[in-house]
Nanobody, 123 residues
Framework: QVQLVESGGGLVEAGKSLNLSCQASGNMYTIKSMGWYRQASGKERELVASITTTTTSGGSAKYADSGKGRFTISRDNAKNTVDLPMNSLIPEDTAVYYC?????????????WGQGTQVTVSS
């Protein structure tokens, strides 16, 4: 099992920045990627950014078009953390942001989710 705890959400004005952080704990042996998803009111959950965790450092990152150039995902395998600095926030970024960890082994695949952290961007 893997536990994920998010932090860093809040209320900010448009144009400002926030840094989301996710702390993972538990059995990380089969975790292949970690990332951030968001769900705005009345909408489906969508990918924001993800990064592979199969190497000791670095990793291959993927971004939704909405965050390219404004968001940068990074990870620290030694600390089991994934950060998402978000710059130039716009009201459309308002959502609950969830940390995700994807586990893959020979026998099964699993998604783990945090409780979510609210990000609200005022115009």
């Amino acid at each position: 099992q893997v536990q994920l705890v998010e932090s860093g959400g809040g209320l900010v004005e448009a144009g400002k920045s926030l840094n989301l952080s996710c702390q993972a704990s538990g059995n990380m042996y089969t975790i292949k990627s970690m990332g951030w998803y968001r769900q705005a009111s009345g909408k489906e959950r969508e990918l924001v950014a993800s990064i592979t965790t199969t190497t000791t450092s670095g990793g291959s990152a993927k971004y939704a078009d909405s965050g390219k150039g404004r968001f940068t995902i990074s990870r620290d395998n030694a600390k089991n953390t994934v950060d998402l600095p978000m710059n130039s926030l716009i009201p459309e970024d308002t959502a609950v942001y969830y940390c995700n960890a994807w586990s893959s082994s020979l026998s099964a695949e699993s998604d783990y989710w945090g409780q979510g952290t609210q990000v609200t961007v005022s115009s």
